[in-house]
């Protein structure tokens, strides 16, 4: 319903609210974020109840709204919309109604997980909030390892999708979490998953959008460091599908590894800032000179996965030791595809480009002519 008229706003309410519930003779009262804005706004919430707003989603918070030509006389409580500029691009900002804790003159204790939600918080709510440490020293629940890699660059991440499939075809089954490139689960929707906590998980972090980042940081000056706040969020959701009190709470036969395969220009940040400890932190990129990624122990799902990426040469080649197979890469890619049948063209285009990208590397520049041959036999997959 689309209306101006505030009579028949209210009417509406009143029609659909459901009933008030019984303070005074409820502990613990369960309600949507949105019907708390709602009951703040009529003023229905006694003076003495505590509020608990768990979850708190980062965009809730934002003020800045991307300007909209037709909506520039748009007005609010009878006053136009403020209009400003950031970085040369026009925003409307939020009016405070419209805000989460609008209205809300009760105590309020917020949970959240998430740097860059809490900073939001901060900035909108002022200096009257007590924020505990997470944690005084980094958690040491979980098998968790960090790989720099170039992989995770978009010219190159659509080539974990058969690197997955191999993985599983190895006896390492697990779950992948990333954005971008068609996995199961990306860094949104494995928020909260429980029912992956006993299975190995692969993320990928690479370096966020463009647009993901300027969204941040508009919000804040230029110095905030929003690319790596976004990156330490998505690792530590990623993580701890399986490890923290997952982990901990978990029989021994039942934990499982994560990995974590991280952009080049965010390893160090991520691996001195992230709350887990890392087991094993490597540089997959640098090949040893003694050349003994060449004889790398492929027993665990770990050290499966590194071997994949530092011998890709001996992957596509069909030369992995104890592996009697043919033709392994393309079985992988059309392994990939059952789970990613509508976006089969783009993905066969991209692997395409990833392996004539690769190429160029200087690792791999022996490879060109097998990289061609697998081109023309991926168009016909």
């Known amino acids: ?158 080539l974990l999708l058969p690197i997955s499939e191999r993985l599983k075809k190895m006896g390492f089954d697990h779950c992948m979490i990333a954005d971008g490139i068609g996995a199961v689960l990306n860094h949104v929707t494995c928020k909260g998953r429980n029912d992956v906590k006993a299975t190995d998980i692969l993320a990928k972090i690479s370096q966020p959008h463009y647009n993901e980042v300027f969204n941040v940081k508009r919000e804040f000056d230029d110095e905030y460091p929003a690319q790596l706040h976004l990156s330490l969020d998505k690792l530590h959701q990623a993580v701890g ?62 050290n499966a996965l590194a071997y994949l990426i530092q011998n890709f040469d001996k992957y596509v080649n069909d030369e992995i030791p104890g592996l009697k197979e043919k033709g392994m890469f393309k079985k992988d890619c059309k392994e990939a595809l059952k789970s990613n049948k509508a976006k089969t063209d783009e993905l066969i285009e991209e692997w395409k480009k990833a392996l004539e990208t690769l190429a160029k590397e200087k690792e791999f520049k022996h490879m060109n002519q097998k990289f061609n041959a697998l081109k023309h036999e991926l168009t016909t997959i």
């Open 241 to 302: 599908r399986n490890s923290g009190y997952r982990w901990h709470d978990a029989s021994k036969t039942d934990r499982r590894s994560a990995v974590v395969l991280c952009d080049p220009t965010l390893f160090n940040r991520l691996n001195e800032d992230s709350r887990y400890e890392f087991g094993v932190v490597e540089d997959l990129i640098t090949l040893p000179k003694d050349g003994s990624h060449r004889r790398r122990d492929r027993s665990t799902f770990q």
């Open 1 to 158: 319903m689309k209306t101006n008229d505030d009579e028949l706003v209210n009417e509406t309410f009143e029609n659909l609210k459901p009933d008030e519930p019984d303070w005074a003779n409820n502990d613990v009262i369960f309600i949507t974020h949105a019907r708390l804005q709602i009951w703040a706004h009529k003023k229905v919430i006694p003076d003495n109840v505590i509020v608990v707003y768990d979850d708190a989603a980062y965009k809730s918070w934002t003020r800045l709204e991307y300007f909209k030509e037709q909506f520039q006389d748009a007005e609010y409580a009878g006053s136009k919309l403020t209009v400003i500029e950031k970085h040369g691009k026009k925003f409307f900002v939020k009016p405070d109604v419209f805000m989460p804790l609008a209205g809300i003159q009760n105590k309020v204790i917020l949970s959240t997980t998430e740097i860059v939600t809490k900073d939001l918080i901060l900035k909108e709510i002022g200096a009257e909030t007590f924020v505990p440490e997470l944690m005084e020293s980094k958690l040491t629940v979980g098998d968790i390892t960090l790989f720099k890699t170039k992989l995770v660059y978009s010219k190159f991440d659509s």
